[in-house]
C-alpha cells in the first residue's frame, strides 16, 4: 500500500510540473454585424495585464457609410455623452470627438468584412469604477454595447 501511494503522489507531482502556467489572455474579440449587434457582452480584462487589446471585426457586408461600427471603452458613465459628441464628430472622425478625454480607447469606424484593432493601458482602469465598450456610429450606442469588468 505503500508503495501504491508514493507512486500516486509521484505521478501527481509530475502531472503538476508538466502542465504550463497559464499566462493571462490580454486580448478579446468583438464582432459586430449588420443588425447592430456585438457577438459579445461582457470583457474580462485580468488584473495582470500591462496592456489589453480589443480587435473589432464587422462580419456584416454593408459598407461603413450605411452600417458602419467602431468599438469605444470609456466609463460607464460617461458612454452617451461621449456618442453625442461622437455624432456631432462624424464619420471622418470616426464618431469619436477629438481629444476627447472621457475615451479610454477606440478602433476606426469599419464596414462589412473589415476589421481593427486597439490597444490600451491597462492602468487607465480604476478598481470600483463601472466601464463600457459601444459603438458610437449614432443610433447604434444604445443596443451596442457591454461590460468591461476589471
Known amino acids: 500500500m505503500k508503495m501504491k501511494v508514493k507512486g500516486i503522489v509521484a505521478a501527481a507531482i509530475l502531472s503538476a510540473a508538466a502542465v504550463p502556467a497559464w499566462a493571462a489572455t490580454c486580448e478579446a474579440t468583438v464582432e459586430g454585424n449588420d443588425a447592430m449587434q456585438f457577438n459579445v457582452k461582457e470583457i474580462t480584462v485580468d488584473k495582470s495585464c500591462k496592456k489589453f487589446t480589443v480587435h473589432l471585426k464587422h462580419t456584416g457586408k454593408l459598407a461603413k457609410a450605411a452600417m458602419g461600427h467602431n468599438l469605444v471603452i470609456a466609463k460607464t458613465a460617461d458612454l452617451q455623452g461621449i456618442a453625442t459628441d461622437g455624432a456631432a464628430a462624424g ?60
Open 91 to 150: 464619420p471622418a472622425k470616426d464618431y469619436v470627438k477629438d481629444g476627447d478625454a472621457r475615451v479610454i480607447a477606440h478602433t476606426k469606424l469599419i464596414g462589412g468584412g473589415e476589421s481593427d484593432s486597439v490597444s490600451f493601458d491597462v492602468s487607465a482602469l480604476k478598481a470600483g469604477e463601472s466601464y463600457s465598450y459601444f459603438c458610437s456610429f449614432p443610433g447604434h450606442w444604445a443596443v451596442m454595447k457591454g461590460a468591461i469588468k476589471f
